[in-house]
């Protein structure tokens, strides 16, 4: 009997691990496709990818991970930083591979005008997805505030070859070619 349910613990393991690894692959596949229509997007249809883009993004795959994301949104979006930042903690101390957690952190950062933090966890968060747009975008405004406009230049540019119409960004780009003409980068 031991070993017929020895068995059974092995056989139901087998197949918990092809069964919740699918949905994984099965994300990324559909990340590579939103990716990929986001490069040719027009104006119009870039909004809706960047959207579904963000919602993947946004999945950790744990309902109480997701909970502190969530949570540490909400925080934010009420003025409540410090509030944000203990969430992001808990969640990045939890989830350490979950990169939306490090980039939600950074943005809290940021917005409590901790830019050293910031860019750290910027740094997590592109090390665990170097196509995240949204931190890109978010250290070229760091490096604009800290007086850096040809590296603020650069990242911008490599955000925008991962999201041509990211909103704001082609703006800043124009500015900042202009700025930085006959200065060396």
């Not at 969530?70 to 979950?98: N, V, Y």
């Not at 750290?120 to 800290?146: C, M, V």
Request: charged share 25%; aromatic share 8%; net charge negative.
């Amino acid at each position: 009997m031991k070993a017929h349910a020895r068995f059974l613990n092995l056989f139901v393991a087998a197949l918990c691990a092809v069964f919740l690894s699918a949905p994984v692959a099965g994300a990324e596949e559909s990340l590579d496709d939103l990716f990929d229509k986001l490069k040719s997007a027009d104006e119009r249809t870039a909004p809706r990818l960047e959207r579904e883009i963000w919602n993947e993004w946004s999945k950790s795959g744990s309902p109480a991970m997701d909970l502190l994301l969530q949570r540490g949104r909400d925080a934010m979006a009420a003025g409540k930083i410090s509030e944000a930042i203990d969430h992001f903690t808990a969640l990045t101390d939890h989830a350490p591979e979950f990169a939306e957690g490090w980039n939600a952190r950074a943005t809290a950062y940021y917005q409590a005008r901790q830019l050293g933090p910031s860019i750290s966890d910027i740094g997590r968060a592109l090390t665990l997805n170097p196509r995240h747009f949204g931190a890109l975008a978010g250290l070229g405004a760091i490096y604009e505030e800290l007086d850096n406009p040809g590296k603020a230049l650069e990242v911008y540019r490599a955000a925008l070859a991962i999201h041509p119409n990211l909103r704001g960004v082609s703006d800043n780009v124009k500015r900042l070619e202009t700025q930085v003409a006959g200065t060396d980068l």
